[in-house]
């Protein structure tokens, strides 16, 4: 007995360990994925779409606080690699970590439920989990680049808004998708096969023809998202909205289709709607659904529940008209 548990006091360290250097290895790859399609705005270097900051939300909501040092670790590799170490290095590791942990907690506080499940979850990771927390990762970021003097004072305000967005968008089109992945379970066979195969060769046909467009016709991808969403929920509309989203964000690096005629900054303010409005209308919409969707489900459950009451009590209860012992007279 002893043995078995100093085999288990010797191994939960090695398990955090290697949980640490997952988690990181995630994060990092996570940024390197982000800082691949990285875009100008006054002279910075930007990523509209950080991936990383979702994989950190993501990983504290499902395991907890045993993932900031990951999560720390994971941007610090980021800004070696991006060859950054000194002073403002360490204010960067600090206020990319500590966001995720602030969306953790502010989270925590709402009664948030992973499964996404309520219009309620959605706003909260929209409002608290993205826009809020993101505030002091952008806000400590572009302080330390200032402070630094990497980034002119004239730049601060195009620069700040570039980050906080795109740290926020990490979270909102990432998250759902990693917490989806985590708990789904394959679905069993059914006609819906035919029609998700058919959506996504629609969906991956026709929404780079869209975003490459030479006309301003990005607004074409909302049909294909609330078609995803109507049927498929957030599987459907979070999938369609990022793929949207990436490929509208290599468009922009490339200066193709829509965003070719547009300075650096209005291809980043446009690009940044973009993303924005698509991520919100997949997550709220199909949080909206998946609502009344549980809701008919519990009055159908009561109501066969109630059904089922009655024909016991009628089955239980005194002989109807005609049914009586006797002789009838």
């Known amino acids: 007995m002893a043995a078995v548990e100093g085999v288990r006091a010797w191994s939960r360290p090695v398990v955090l360990a290697c949980g640490t250097l997952l988690l990181a290895g995630c994060y990092y790859a996570a940024g390197r994925l982000g800082l691949s399609q990285q875009l100008s705005a ?35 590799l980021i800004v070696l690699w991006l060859g950054n170490p000194g002073a403002a290095a360490v204010g960067i590791v600090a206020g990319n970590t500590a966001a995720p942990v602030l969306a953790h907690l502010l989270l925590r506080a709402v009664g948030f439920r992973v499964s996404l499940s309520r219009l309620r979850d959605g706003l909260a990771l929209v409002f608290l989990g993205a826009l809020t927390a993101t505030l002091v990762s952008s806000g400590t970021g572009v302080g330390m680049l200032l402070w630094s003097d990497e980034i002119p004072t004239g730049h601060l305000g195009p620069v700040w808004l570039a980050w906080w967005v795109g740290d926020a968008m990490g979270v909102v089109l990432v998250t759902p998708l990693l917490l989806l992945m985590y ?28 975003t ?74 199909s949080a909206v659904i998946s609502e009344q969707l549980h809701t008919r489900r519990s009055v ?15 089955a239980g209860g005194p002989p109807g008209p005609g049914k009586s012992g006797g002789d009838g007279r």
Not at 47 to 55: K, Y
């Open 42 to 76: 006054d002279g910075a270097v930007v990523t509209p779409i950080w991936p990383a900051s979702g994989v950190a939300v993501a990983a504290l909501l499902l395991f907890g606080p045993w993932c900031v040092p990951g999560i720390a670790l994971g941007v610090l």
């Open 183 to 210: 708990r789904a379970r394959l679905p069993p066979p059914s006609v819906r096969w035919a029609e998700a195969l058919g959506l996504a060769v629609v969906v991956c046909v026709l929404v780079p023809l869209i």
């Open 212 to 285: 490459y467009s030479s006309v301003s016709v990005l607004f074409l991808v909302y049909p294909l998202l609330i078609w995803s969403v109507l049927r498929f929920q957030l599987a459907g509309g979070m999938s369609c909205a990022l793929l949207a989203s990436v490929l509208a964000t290599v468009a922009a690096r490339q200066e193709a289709g829509s965003f070719g005629r547009l300075t650096e900054i209005e291809a980043m303010m446009k690009l940044q709607a973009f993303n924005g409005t698509l991520g919100l209308t997949a997550l709220l919409l």
């Open 300 to 314: 159908e459950r009561a109501c066969h529940e109630l059904v089922e009451a009655l024909q016991h009590l009628n």
